[in-house]
């Protein structure tokens, strides 16, 4: 299976600041088509998943453009450009190139 | 808009069976590959299953194969997850989600394993 791995694992950040998660894969993530399935979810405290982010770096729709990835291969990461209030939650990174898909450990953001 | 509802979640004892349910809404759900994905307390994300657009194909991990089974009724715009011979570590949230991009998640249905 390919092993998906977040850091950090936890992430206090201060309103209006940056914040950067890193996720890396044990094995490449493109497919034979060329793309790479590549995905991010936000889980806000008591809610259940949301896709934030598809195929490395396309935002879904509603989604702020603070928000932004970008990668290739087997390094991967998610940017928040100024944290705000409403982005406390745990961010997970999630494979689905190789069978079975696989997902980050999550990393918690908070705000410091 | 796109619509997930799990339901069905419960109380049950190990080794006992129950079966959750999927009800989607909102796009063409025979177009489309459907998952299964749980949370256990406190802890991250782990797939169980998956089923194709037409119920053809089927797939598990190796840890609930042959205890959980994916089914789906297109007339019904539902998804099923039969468990079986449940076990203390099948206590999760237990989340649909639609298509090969991931792209809708259901708001979740707990189960809960114990006697």
């Known amino acids: 299976d390919v092993v998906m791995t977040q850091s950090p694992l936890s992430l206090p950040v201060a309103l209006g600041q940056p914040a950067s998660i890193s996720c890396r894969s044990s094995?490449?993530?493109?497919?034979?088509?060329?793309?790479?399935?590549l995905h991010w979810f936000q889980q806000r405290p008591g809610q259940s998943p949301r896709r934030l982010i598809y195929?490395?770096?396309n935002w879904d729709s509603g989604v702020p453009d603070r928000f932004s990835g970008s990668g290739s291969g087997t390094n991967f990461t998610l940017k928040i450009s100024r944290v705000e209030a409403e982005d406390v939650g745990v961010y997970y990174c999630?494979?689905?190139?190789?069978?079975?898909?696989?997902f980050g450990q999550g990393t918690k953001v908070e705000i410091k | 808009q796109v619509q997930l509802v799990e339901s069905g979640g419960g109380v049950v004892q190990p080794g006992r069976s129950l079966r959750i349910s999927c009800v989607a809404s909102?796009?063409?759900?025979?177009?489309?590959?459907m998952h299964w994905v749980r949370q256990a307390p406190g802890k991250g994300l782990e797939w169980v299953a998956d089923?194709?657009?037409?119920?053809?194909?089927?797939f598990y991990p190796d840890s609930v194969k042959g205890r959980l089974t994916v089914s789906r009724d297109n007339s019904k715009n539902t998804l099923y997850l039969q468990m079986d011979s449940l076990r203390d570590s099948d206590t999760a949230v237990y989340y649909c989600?639609?298509?090969?991009?991931?792209?809708?998640w259901g708001q979740g249905t707990l189960v809960t394993v114990s006697s």
């Open positions: 089923i194709s657009y037409d119920g053809s194909k089927k």
């Open positions: 909102g796009f063409n759900f025979s177009d489309y590959g």
């Open positions: 195929k490395v770096s």
């Open positions: 989600a639609k298509g090969m991009l991931w792209e809708s």
């Open positions: 094995q490449s993530l493109v497919y034979s088509d060329g793309y790479t399935y």
């Open positions: 999630m494979q689905a190139t190789h069978w079975p898909p696989t």
